[in-house]
């Protein structure tokens, strides 16, 4: 009760700050007056070792700083309290507890009354139509957010220099952090005590299962939008000499980090949606799942479709997509689309090709016929950048001793089938060039070989 009374006393004198000029009103403190309540909420929870949580109406009002202001300060200042408040003060976690032999499985702690930055109720058509206004967002606002980082870095639009699209990547990268900090915890949970219900409260599946969200069209902006930004900045690395007089100069500064975090977002969130699908596709086979959970497809299929058939973005997102064990793993489903079929097959599997692995694959290119077959579907460029791609990522899968898919073949084995895929792919293909990626990839191979015989 005394919190509770203490609490309400901080929002009253910290909000009695921003009340002096009017929260939405033109001032010439206006800046100042959003500051010093940043600084009076940092000051009561965060300093404190007995620190309390900010009520719902102050995180409120710092997040609308981070949605609506102009001026980089705030924004910065804002992106990194809300980050800072969500570490201190948890909506989801596991509580910390000695563990022991006979510790029965931990508890997960969900803070109902949290403050949440999205919002999931049904909203009228004027409300729908004002979807990353108000202090909170729904979940057409998270995809249109996705979609203007696509816009603009795609299009290479002036406003890639404005301060309301480095605004748009920090408001983005908190939305992911949020996501996974609710997730994280609920999927660890889940696998403990197979509560379903965990998963499906939690704002990543609500988010991706809202009806007014085209779930598939939000998967392709978000690889179109990380490719496209992987790709402008690794072409253009000095991009603040090009500028115009007219550019904040500190907004340019701090753009190539806020858009190298913004990326790595993107990338943290489809590998959450890929966790999220693991644990869904557990869900169904316990029969856990229900008709209101609805069908989707697993975000793995949707990226395969989208590489495949647009080659534009499939070297940048092997080159950003770096979770070895996800990485190879798509790059054996991409190519086993287009090996026979009785290449892959084993006795065990009984005639199907579910169970191919990286090694089975590099067997079908050491085989001519194979080999000839796989690069009239897809070029002999596009198979070497996607076997030096899963090389790469089955060696960080040795590095960290990883039990799943290095354990068949020996390193000397796959080292060696790389650089004979590698020479069949030449043979076949004599147009084939060999890029210095791939060359990287045999150098590699051929000194592992050397240090092992």
Known sequence: MEKQSRGRGIEENTMAILDTSGFNRDSHHRNDDRLAFMEAVRSASLVPDDGIAPTKTMFGAIFQILKDESTLELVVASYQLLNELDKRFPRVYLPEIEMSESSSPTELVVVEEAWSPFSFGLDSEKEESNKVSGRSIKPLGFHYLVQDLGEVVKEGKPEATDIKT????????????????????????????????????????????????????????????????????????????????????????????????????????????????????????????????????????????????????????????????????????????????????????????????????????????????????????????????????????CDTDSEEGVKSFSLPEVCQNIITAFTCIKREDKGTEISVFSKETLFTAATILSLKS
């Open 166 to 397: 480095l605004r748009n990547m920090l408001l983005f990268q908190y939305l992911v952090n949020v996501l996974e900090r609710d997730a994280l915890p609920r999927i660890h949970s889940y696998k403990e005590n197979m509560n379903w219900n965990l998963i499906r409260e939690s704002l990543l599946n609500m988010l991706l299962g809202s009806r007014k969200l085209i779930y598939k069209t939000l998967i392709k902006d978000c690889l179109s939008a990380m490719c496209y930004m992987h790709h402008e900045m690794s072409q253009t690395q000095n991009l603040s000499m090009e500028l115009s007089a007219n550019c904040n100069t500190a907004v340019v500064m701090a753009l190539p980090e806020v858009k190298s975090c913004a990326c790595v977002a993107l990338k943290k969130l489809l590998l959450l949606i890929i966790e999220l699908d693991s644990v869904r596709n557990s869900a169904d086979l316990q029969g856990l799942t229900n008709r209101a959970d609805g069908v989707r497809t697993p975000v793995s299929e949707i990226i395969l479709d989208e590489i495949t058939y647009n080659s534009d973005i499939l070297s940048s997102f092997f080159q950003i997509f770096d979770e070895p064990k996800q990485k190879l793993k798509l790059i054996v489903q991409y190519l086993q689309k287009y090996i026979p079929k009785s290449s892959v097959r084993t006795r065990r599997s009984n005639g199907s090709a579910n169970d191919a692995t990286f090694e089975s694959i590099l067997k079908c290119f050491s085989n001519a016929n194979s080999t000839k077959s796989i690069i009239k579907k897809i070029s002999g460029d596009v198979a070497q950048l996607l076997l030096g791609h899963a090389f790469q990522a089955y060696l960080s899968m």
